[in-house]
T-cell receptor, first 116, second 114 residues
Framework: AQSVTQLGSHVSVSEGALVLLRCNYS??????LFWYVQYPNQGLQLLLK??????LVKGINGFEAEFKKSETSFHLTKPSAHMSDAAEYFC????FGGGATNKLIFGTGTLLAVQP | SAVISQKPSRDICQRGTSLTIQCQVD?????MFWYRQQPGQSLTLIAT?????????ESGFVIDKFPISRPNLTFSTLTVSNMSPEDSSIYLC???????????FGQGTRLTVV
């Protein structure tokens, strides 16, 4: 069974500070991993994805994530937070195969607050 | 990427009634998904809807409560039947084409049952 764990339901950073949102995954097959962002009253927008190519993945809005198989992690980072980054962030995993592994499984989300 | 239009964007409904949510994708897609996001929580998959076959429901969700239609490769509906206040949630439609690894999402339907 696949799952993701996001450590920290709430993270607060100062504007200009490093953003680090943690995600650990569990998967019995090689996974696809994703980070999505949800702004208030909106749907989910894909930030970036890992599909077994480069382990360091760059996404939109200056975010990036590194796939570390040894640590089963896919943490999301941004060097300098902006006020507009305040949103909820979801890590998600999907298996490489078919059937039950083909479903997108979400973590519990991390609400990022950016302080001026 | 696919653009997904979902409507209504929000609704307030009386308990015991039903609401049908529509999801339109701007391209043909193999797989469509319906999620529920309860207040302050993450997304839970309700069912997977593939064109030409019955929807596949996740544990805890049943067809009588959440009937789904998938008449073609660009459209799906989810009905929330016999609603109770516990059904108050955001319902999101998602799609993934055969050549895509990622899923795309509609803006969601914010449902309040009173």
């Amino acid at each position: 069974a696949q799952s993701v764990t996001q450590l920290g339901s709430h993270v607060s950073v100062s504007e200009g500070a490093l953003v680090l949102l943690r995600c650990n995954y569990s998967s019995s097959v090689p996974p696809y991993l994703f980070w999505y962002v949800q702004y208030p009253n909106q749907g989910l927008q894909l930030l970036l994805k890992y599909t077994s190519a480069a382990t360091l993945v760059k996404g939109i809005n200056g975010f990036e994530a590194e796939f570390k198989k040894s640590e089963t992690s896919f943490h999301l980072t941004k060097p300098s937070a902006h006020m507009s980054d305040a949103a909820e962030y979801f890590c998600a995993v999907r298996g490489f195969g078919g059937g039950a592994t083909n479903k997108l499984i979400f973590g519990t989300g991390t609400l990022l607050a950016v302080q001026p | 990427s696919a653009v997904i239009s979902q409507k209504p964007s929000r609704d307030i409904c009386q308990r015991g009634t039903s609401l049908t949510i529509q999801c339109q994708v701007d391209s043909q897609v193999t797989m469509m998904f319906w999620y529920r996001q309860q207040p302050g929580q993450s997304l839970t998959l309700i069912a997977t809807a593939n064109q030409g076959s019955e929807a596949t429901y996740e544990s805890g969700f049943v067809i009588d409560k959440f009937p789904i239609s998938r008449p073609n490769l660009t459209f799906s509906t989810l009905t929330v039947s016999n609603m109770s206040p516990e059904d108050s949630s955001i319902y999101l439609c998602s799609s993934r084409g055969g050549g895509n690894t990622e899923a795309f999402f509609g803006q969601g339907t914010r449902l309040t049952v009173v």
